[in-house]
C-alpha cells in the first residue's frame, strides 16, 4: 500500500548554509507509518503549490521566532531572531495545504505561524509579556515531560489523543497565540492560561504548542 507522503519544511536556523530539520520529525513520520519528504524554504513562494499538491500532508515544525512585522507589531529586545521569508514560506504552505485539502500539522513556530497567517497575534516574550509562573522555555531539558494542557473534551484533538481531559507536555517556546486567528478555536490551554493547543473548525489545521514528536515513547496520561 502506498504509504502517506508528509511533508516537512526546514529551517536555516541550525546553520545558514544548510536547510535542516530536527530528525525527530521525520522518525515521527514513520514511526506512524508515513513518508517524509523536507521542504527547503525558498524566497519565491511560487512554488508552494507544486511542492504541497506531491504531498498528502504537511507538518509546519518547530523554530525561531516569527518576525513581529507580520502581525504588526514593533520587534521587542525579547524578541529572538527571525527569518521573514521563511515566516512567509511556511504560511504559504499552509495556506496552499488548506487550499488543496491536505491536513496540517503544525508543531510550536508552527502554530504560531498558523495563527499569524489567519489574523493572529503572538506574544513575542511569555515572561515579561504575559506570566511567569511556568516556565515555559526549558532551554535544557526541553525533551522532558513538564507541565499539564488541559484539553477541550469535544475537540479534533481530545479525539485522537484518545478522550483524555489533560495531556503533560514538554514545553520548549517563549512564544505563544495571544490573539487568537480567526476560524480557530483554543482546545488546550496551560494552567497559566498559556496557549497550547488550537485547531480550525474541521480539524484540518491541528496546531499544538508543544513537541510530540519528541515524546513518542513517552507516557503523557
Ligand atoms: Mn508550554
Known amino acids: 500500500m502506498k504509504k ?37 524554504a525558498k524566497q519565491d513562494k511560487s512554488n508552494c503549490a507544486q511542492i504541497v499538491s506531491m504531498l498528502d500532508g504537511l507538518i509546519a515544525p518547530g523554530g525561531p521566532d516569527v518576525d513581529p512585522d507580520l502581525y504588526g507589531e514593533e520587534t521587542l529586545p525579547e524578541c529572538g ?22 491536513p ?16 493572529g497575534t503572538l506574544y513575542q516574550d511569555i515572561p515579561t509579556q504575559f506570566s511567569r ?8 531539558k ?23 481531559e489533560s495531556v503533560k507536555v514538554n514545553s520548549s517556546h517563549h512564544q505563544a497565540v495571544k490573539d487568537l486567528a480567526e476560524g480557530f478555536r483554543i482546545v488546550g490551554r496551560a494552567s497559566d492560561g498559556t496557549v497550547e493547543a488550537m485547531e480550525n473548525e474541521d480539524g484540518s489545521i491541528l496546531c499544538v504548542q508543544w513537541h510530540p514528536e519528541r515524546m513518542q515513547d513517552m507516557e503523557i496520561y
Not at 104 to 119: D, E, H, K, P, T
Not at 142 to 164: M, Q, T
Request: hydrophobic share 40%; charged share 25%; aromatic share 10%.
Open 4 to 40: 502517506p507522503i508528509i511533508g516537512i519544511s526546514t529551517i536555516t536556523a541550525f546553520d545558514e548554509k544548510f536547510h535542516s530539520q530536527r530528525i525527530t520529525y521525520t522518525e515521527a513520520v514513520w514511526n506512524a507509518g508515513g513518508e517524509s519528504i523536507l521542504i527547503p
Open 142 to 164: 526541553d525533551v522532558e515531560i513538564y507541565h499539564e494542557a488541559v484539553l477541550e473534551p469535544d475537540s479534533f484533538l481530545a479525539r485522537i489523543l484518545g478522550e483524555w
Open 133 to 140: 509562573e511556568i516556565q515555559h522555555s526549558r532551554v535544557v
Open 81 to 102: 531572531k527571525f527569518i521573514h521569508y521563511e515566516d512567509e514560506y511556511d504560511m504559504e504552505l499552509i495556506r496552499e495545504a488548506a487550499r488543496q485539502g491536505k
Open 104 to 119: 496540517v500539522l503544525a508543531i510550536c513556530r508552527g502554530m504560531q505561524v498558523a495563527n499569524v497567517l489567519y489574523g
